[in-house]
């Protein structure tokens, strides 16, 4: 198993674009979730899913959206970048026995 | 609302000595509890989770956590430091039926030579 997937690894974006940060697990996991990470604040909890179809508001959800159409995918959009979006993006899926597993993350930078 | 207070966002300990990362929770309802280690760019793997069984609760790489209500903490043991356990650990809360962690600021481990 490639376990969860993520990418790009690095992104550069102007402000303003968009851009979609792809996600994709191969286990199975009905739950999967992203998060933004940026210094001394942890991992905070942006969108997250229960299964296909339904998708719902983390922490921190303003300026971006989500979908889950199928079971492997979970594609987080960037409506229109802005610097407060900087930070290193996880996703993550959860077995539904309280135990995530993590992609190795993506790196956005928006100047 | 449940949070997680983890205490010294960096700690440095000779190689060989006592790990001891601090965590401390508040929840309305019984948590569940988690510790996860993030090495160097990398993302974030389980060490070791609670989940109302037992309370002394053994994770991988020697790590261990216990529960204690009373005092509400979960703080993060490890008898002898090894130079690999150099990383950042994080503590996270959530609750039965829910699968949304709420993580702490993370702890920034250094092993000393």
């Known amino acids: 198993n490639a376990g969860v997937t993520q990418t790009p690894k690095f992104q550069v974006l102007k402000t303003g674009q968009s851009m979609t940060l792809q996600c994709a697990q191969d286990m199975n996991h009905e739950y999967m979730s992203w998060y933004r990470q940026d210094p001394g604040m942890g991992l905070r909890l942006i969108h997250y899913s229960v299964g296909a179809g339904i998708t719902d508001q983390g922490e921190v959800p303003n300026g971006y959206n989500v979908s889950r159409s199928t079971t492997e995918d979970f594609p987080l959009r960037l409506l229109s970048a802005a610097p407060s979006q900087t930070s290193v993006y996880f996703c993550a899926s959860g077995t539904g026995n309280y135990e995530q597993y993590f992609g190795p993350g993506t790196r956005l930078t928006v100047t | 609302a449940q949070s997680v207070t983890q205490l010294g966002s960096h700690v440095s300990v000779s190689e060989g000595a006592l790990v001891l990362l601090r965590c401390n929770y508040s929840?309305?309802?019984?948590?569940?509890l988690f510790w996860y280690v993030q090495y160097p760019n990398q993302g974030l793997q389980l060490l070791l989770k609670y989940t109302s069984a037992a309370t002394l609760v053994k994770g991988i790489n020697g790590f261990e956590a216990e529960f204690k209500k009373s005092e509400t903490s979960f703080h993060l043991t490890k008898p002898s430091a090894h130079m690999s356990d150099a990383a950042e650990y994080f503590c996270?809360?959530?609750?039965?039926?829910?699968?949304?962690?709420?993580f702490g600021t993370g702890t920034r481990l250094t092993i000393i030579p």
């Open positions: 996270a809360v959530t609750y039965f039926g829910n699968e949304k962690l709420t």
């Open positions: 929840s309305s309802v019984p948590p569940y």
